[in-house]
């Protein structure tokens, strides 16, 4: 079973920036990717940004060019770094790993999330 922690969450004023990490814990066989994923109230889950065990990036069209996800040199953590905040990035922040249990089993993990707000 695998544990994903969240952290770096919080109260920004527009134009801030934040920084979101997530540290996965636990046996995982191979590790896909990672990413974050962000949902509002009665709406539904948006993909933020994702990085593949090769390196490669996806953002989401709202986040381009503000928002840059990277990794730790283990791979088994991940980071979000929020430039230019905006009150419609508010949300709660979800961490979300995908890989292999063994050779065979796909797995997909969540993150209990995370809750960031953009306000002044």
């Known amino acids: 079973q695998v544990q994903l922690v969240e952290s770096g969450g919080g109260l920004v004023q527009p134009g801030g920036s934040l920084r979101l990490s997530c540290a996965a814990s636990g046996s995982i066989f191979r590790i896909i990717g990672m990413g974050w994923y962000r949902q509002v109230p009665g709406q539904v889950r948006e993909l933020v940004a994702t990085?593949?065990?090769?390196?490669?990036?996806k953002y989401g069209d709202s986040v381009k060019g503000r928002f840059t996800i990277s990794r730790g040199d283990a791979k088994d953590t991940v980071y979000l770094q929020m430039n230019s905040l905006e009150p419609e990035d508010t949300a709660v922040y979800y961490c979300?790993?995908?890989?292999?249990?063994?050779?065979?089993?796909?797995?997909?993990?969540w993150g209990q999330g995370t809750q960031v707000t953009v306000s002044s």
């Open positions: 990085i593949i065990e090769g390196g490669g990036t």
């Open positions: 979300n790993l995908w890989g292999y249990s063994d050779v065979t089993t796909h797995r997909e993990y």
